[in-house]
């Protein structure tokens, strides 16, 4: 399991966000975003995923997920 944050994501607030896999990050920082920052989903969904937005984000997700450690 590793631990990052909402900001880590790209997001606004220090809440930790706990998940076994990237995807399960993604859907557990969603979850988060639906609850505490509903404006960002909204822009989010407004994007195709093949926005270069989307593309830089999801890299750095990817980059920042790899940087992370194991929690002990
Ligand atoms: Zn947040």
């Known amino acids: ?26 859907n557990k920082g969603m979850d988060h975003l639906r609850e505490a920052h509903p404006e960002m989903v909204a822009s989010i969904e407004s994007m195709p995923k093949d926005d270069p937005l989307m593309l830089d984000w999801s890299k750095k997700f990817m980059e920042g997920w790899e940087k992370t450690p194991e929690n002990a």
Do not use: Y
């Open 1 to 26: 399991m590793k631990t990052m944050t909402c900001r880590q994501m790209g997001g606004m607030c220090d809440t930790a966000i706990t998940a076994a896999t990237p995807e399960e990050m993604i």
